[in-house]
């Protein structure tokens, strides 16, 4: 009774996409024979009848002292010749190998007797079956059974079976004679179908009865283990329920007693079998030049009746069975490809056509590069470079063997894309410079080109960069210094880390030598990306935009004029994304004959960035302008209306108003400076006033929102508080009201931290020491700052302090866990760390902004001609004396008074007593003048009393 539990052609498409992480590890490997066809083999699972062998070639036998040992363990691998050609994954042989561990390998190369995992095993075979892959060994002479290896032939041609069996095995390696379990089973090799059946027989036990259990590797192999075709179960599954695996290294799980996972069921049947289309093998390619190869293959058996097609691309995506070949009808096994480009990556792939509507998968890819000639010009990234110690095709790297320079791929906060190379040489002078050869250029001494890129160093100082040119491309001592290039920026930042690089008229290059870079021996650490080898430009674009002044919908800028000054004047691009525009990109305003403009109908409250480029004439424009500048619009406020003031007399209190617009808040301040509003509200009662007195309202709406890495993603800390932090610009007046830190120890649970705001000149604007949870893995601290911080660019938020229960904070060092900047649109822009390379401990600020319209004045009018009745009498009945008095004034009934105020002439309290127990008042601090002495009566009344201090 047959069963099928897999579908062919899906096993098929789960092998495809299985394939393609294999290609990966192909190519990682540098593998150009890594051909994966066995994934094609079809599979599908039978219950029949173990038939065990009665005759044939016993080729190896268990011995009487394996009964207390190793029977047929690790014995040397046994070659077989088939008594027909047998063809396995496109080749066909006439010879095999038996392995005592369950398996069977092809080719001139065997496995060693000690292989137990034939599947994952990186030898040199040219594929294997493997039937109960594993340590495996037999017995003599137990339980009235003994072990073998045989083979035999069954059938007739042109339908005969070429099998191999493993007759009482133990499931897995034992030395034990008291618990003995004996099993077998068989791989049979048909012919002219080349199929291929395993074949398996439950098993019992010959002695003892306690469970024995493990894994084996059941399946196919290729060439390397980038190409298989095996089964897995877990011990959770049945032996019988397999499914397809997903690496090499998948097995299949079993156990002689418990039901899940089992034994397998007498008879179960694996069957393989073979596609109907091969395709080629063995992919080469000879010497390349610089514009073609030739690529050869080994066909395969059967050769295909309508040979082969070839695709080739520069991109490393894998064709697929739709894709269209670049060469078709290959009648012979190489083929000359031509009019490539020189220093290119090629990807090459072959397929076999077995008829017209009949192919084969493609090869694995063939990745071969042209050889590179001269060029006139170059641009590169570094992004086609391998990370580590590589430099991109077309380069030379030239690293001494004794105390060598750092020169290297990396991936390291590159100026644009995902890589940059970086170059670093010890300031020791017995330390060797690495060189970085650039590729050939023919037009060295044409006087037409320059060189351009983009550079920095890590940490604050000059660092001095070398350009010079290598006679040979191969040996770093034929290097000749043509001219040093000073870099100061430790930061990717407005055009600051352009160099250009101009060979000086005069000056000959021998014919086919190489420009090429390296460092002073200065200590320095150096960065490059973005570099050109270009036409030197004739006209130039403006530098040095500045923002002189900005509205909530304009912001007017200016520049420095280009030289020459362009006759037909600048052109301008802006946007709130800082991609840079290119050279077909349409300006946003064009016709600008001055070196400043206003850009108007923005958006309030928003970051643009501002390209600016010269138009020389009616068709030569220069290159946009470096990095686009960043300038903020301001908020739009709401608007104050109906204003009112009030009177008042003279030791009462006034109540001020004011109307806004919906949702905002109104401010009322002492005077037009002060930050902090007295209160707010739509109205404001005054203090007890005795003179005409100024107040001023705002109308303000606020924002708030987070920057910077929500959460850590590394699980790693550091400990250093040396002015560690973020780089940030402030677009607005705003607050940083909290920052999250993530402190570590492994044992302590709680600390202190410190966290310095500082301005651009390093100055200390604010400072906070707060208590701090701690935790072996970095526990969650929400610190509360408040820090307020004006408009302004280049303020640092550092930690500068902790204590020592604190071992650590978690920081991001990989490149991937971060990328500046983080914007929070029209308030504040993080745009670097303090140390290049590392993001440090400060995450998800919450930062917050208020929108305030201009503060406008509203008055309290003190009216001289009211008197309130009660005042009147209080002030009638009540003395104060001596009047003038020097030192003491004394006041004649206090038996009711709540609280003394002392007043100057204008109204300001500059003494109060809230509670009045004597009748005297000692006033000796005061100078000489007049003053206002008021009591306040429990009942609500005020007395007021001029006096003079003598």
């Keep these: 009774m047959k069963q099928i539990y897999q579908l062919f052609s899906r096993e098929t498409n789960l092998r495809s996409r299985l394939k393609k992480i294999s290609l990966g590890i192909a190519l990682f490997l540098g593998s150009n024979g890594a051909n994966a066809q066995v994934s094609s083999y079809g599979f599908s699972q039978s219950t029949g009848n173990f038939t065990p062998l009665t005759g044939g070639n016993v080729l190896a036998t268990a011995t009487a002292a394996g009964a207390t040992a190793a029977g047929l363990y690790n014995i040397a691998p046994i070659p077989v010749t088939m008594p027909f050609a047998f063809n396995f994954n496109g080749e066909n042989y006439s010879n095999l190998v038996i392995s005592s561990n369950g398996f069977i390998t092809f080719g001139a190369t065997s496995a060693l007797n000690s292989t137990t995992l034939p599947l994952s095993y990186v030898g040199a075979y040219d594929g294997a079956i493997s039937a109960w892959g594993r340590s495996l060994n037999s017995f003599s002479n137990i339980g009235g059974k003994t072990g073998d290896i045989s083979t035999d032939v069954v059938g007739s041609a042109p339908n005969r079976e070429f099998v191999i069996q493993w007759k009482n095995f133990r499931p897995i390696y034992a030395t034990s004679i008291s618990n003995v379990y004996a099993f077998s089973f068989q791989i049979r090799l048909k012919e002219t179908s080349n199929t291929i059946d395993m074949v398996y027989d439950n098993g019992s036990y010959a002695l003892g009865s306690s469970a024995i259990s493990g894994t084996a590797q059941m399946g196919l192999r290729g060439e390397t283990i980038a190409d298989y075709n095996n089964r897995f179960n877990a011990t959770s599954l049945l032996f019988g329920n397999s499914s397809i695996g997903t690496a090499a290294t998948s097995t299949q799980a079993f156990n002689t007693t418990a039901a899940t996972p089992g034994m397998p069921s007498s008879g179960l049947t694996y069957t393989w079998t073979p596609p109907s289309c091969f395709r080629p093998t063995k992919l080469s390619s000879n010497t390349p030049t610089t514009n073609g190869m030739t690529i050869s293959w080994q066909a395969p058996t059967p050769m295909p ?277 290119t050279a077909s990109t349409s300006p946003s305003i064009t016709g600008v004959m001055s070196t400043a403009t206003t850009i108007t109908g923005l958006l309030p409250l928003t970051q643009y960035f501002v390209w600016i480029r010269s138009k020389c004439s009616a068709t030569e424009m220069s290159a946009w302008s470096l990095d686009g500048s960043s300038f903020n619009t301001i908020c739009q406020p709401p608007s104050l209306s109906a204003v009112t003031g009030a009177t008042f007399c003279s030791g009462q209190t006034a109540t001020l108003s004011a109307m806004t617009d919906s949702g905002a808040t109104i401010n009322w301040y002492e005077d037009n400076t002060i930050a902090t509003p007295l209160a707010t509200g ?269």
């Design 682 to 950: 739509t109205t404001f009662t005054t203090p007890a006033l005795t003179a005409t007195t100024n107040y001023w309202v705002s109308s303000s709406v606020g924002s708030q929102g987070y920057v910077g890495i929500s959460v850590p993603v590394s699980t790693s800390g550091n400990s250093g508080v040396s002015n560690l932090g973020m780089i940030f610009d402030a677009h607005q007046d705003m607050m940083i009201e909290t920052v999250d830190v993530y402190p570590m120890h492994a044992s302590n649970t709680t600390g202190t931290i410190t966290i310095e705001l500082r301005n651009a000149g390093g100055a200390t604007l604010a400072s906070a020491t707060e208590n701090v949870a701690v935790s072996p893995t970095g526990a969650y601290n929400a610190v509360p700052l408040n820090f307020a911080v004006p408009a302004g660019t280049d303020y640092k938020l550092v930690v500068t302090a902790k204590s020592t229960t604190i071992g650590n904070f978690i920081r991001e060092s990989g490149a991937a866990n971060y990328s500046f900047p983080y914007i929070l649109s029209g308030i504040c822009t993080m745009k670097d760390t303090t140390t290049t390379g590392f993001y440090y401990y400060l995450y998800n600020w919450k930062v917050s902004a208020k929108c305030e319209s201009p503060r406008q004045q509203v008055t309290a009018t003190l009216d001289a001609a009211c008197l309130g009745t009660s005042e009147a009498t209080k002030k009638n009945e009540i003395k104060v004396y001596p009047n003038p008095f020097h030192d003491v004034i004394s006041i004649s009934d206090i038996a009711n008074a709540k609280s003394l105020s002392v007043m100057d002439i204008s109204g300001r309290v500059i003494r109060k007593i809230n509670e009045v127990t004597a009748n005297s008042v000692n006033l000796s601090d005061l100078k000489e003048g007049l003053y206002i002495l008021q009591l306040t009566y429990k009942d609500g009344s005020i007395s007021s009393h001029k006096v003079i201090k003598k």
């Design 305 to 581: 009746s309508s040979g082969f097609e070839v695709y080739y691309s520069t991109s490393a995506t894998a064709p697929d069975a739709t894709t269209v070949a670049s060469l078709s009808n290959i009648s012979g096994n190489s083929v000359q490809l031509s009019t490539l480009t020189s220093g290119t990556t090629y990807y090459i792939y072959v397929r076999s056509l077995c008829s017209v509507t009949q192919k084969s998968e493609w090869t694995d890819a063939l990745k071969v590069e042209t050889l590179c000639g001269p060029v006139s010009s170059y641009y590169t990234g570094f992004e086609d470079s391998t990370t580590g110690a590589y430099l991109p095709l077309c380069w030379n790297r030239l690293v001494s063997s004794s105390l060598p320079g750092t020169l290297t791929t990396s991936t390291t906060t590159p100026a644009a894309g995902a890589k940059g190379i970086y170059l670093y040489t010890s300031a020791t002078s017995t330390y060797t410079p690495s060189v970085a050869v650039l590729p050939e250029l023919d037009n060295l001494n044409a006087g037409t080109h320059w060189l351009r890129f983009r550079t920095r160093i890590t940490v604050a100082g000059t660092g001095t960069l070398q350009v010079g040119y290598v006679t040979n491309g191969n040996d770093m001592t034929t290097f000749n210094l043509l001219g040093d290039i000073l870099v100061t920026n430790t930061a990717w930042s407005l055009g600051n880390d352009e160099k250009i690089y101009q060979i000086p008229a005069g000056v000959t290059i021998p014919a086919g030598a190489r420009l090429a870079l390296r460092t002073a021996n200065d200590g320095k650490y150096f960065y490059i990306d973005e570099l050109y080898w270009e036409a030197v430009p004739t006209c130039f674009a403006p530098s040095g935009i500045t923002s002189t002044a900005n509205t909530s919908n304009s912001i007017s800028i200016a520049w420095n004029a280009a030289t020459p000054i362009p006759t037909n004047g600048y052109e301008i691009y802006y946007s709130t994304s800082n991609t840079s525009p």
